[in-house]
């Protein structure tokens, strides 16, 4: 799995705040006391997540540096542009394979 040191900062738009952490009901968060910020601490019991927006390179689709491998890296599951946070295991060539995921956002 992935192993982060730090817990997966996400900034957002205020007004998003309560949207985003309906998303994440049963993970362990915080929202900052200027609404600015959700940290994910933890998910499902698997730690913190990476988190970012999904891009797409060719034919591929990337989170930050990794490239999203597995069953669930489809674009219909983390297409282009949505905010996503992952739990999975990143080969040697830096690709990520996803074991779990879920939408914070959708593309803006």
């Not at 952490?21 to 698997?46: E, P």
């Amino acid at each position: 799995m992935i192993a982060l040191l730090a817990a997966a900062v996400l900034a957002i738009d205020p007004a998003e705040a309560d949207a985003i952490a309906s998303r994440l009901i049963g993970q362990r968060f915080t929202i900052a006391a200027d609404r600015r910020s959700i940290t994910i601490d933890d998910v499902a019991g698997l730690g913190p997540p990476e988190v970012g927006v999904v891009e797409r390179r060719g034919d591929a689709l990337y989170l930050g540096t990794h490239e999203l491998t597995g069953p669930l890296a489809r674009p219909r599951l983390a297409g282009p542009g949505y905010t996503i946070w992952v739990i999975g295991d990143v080969a040697p060539d830096g690709s990520l394979e996803i074991k779990r995921l879920g939408v914070l956002r959708r593309p803006r």
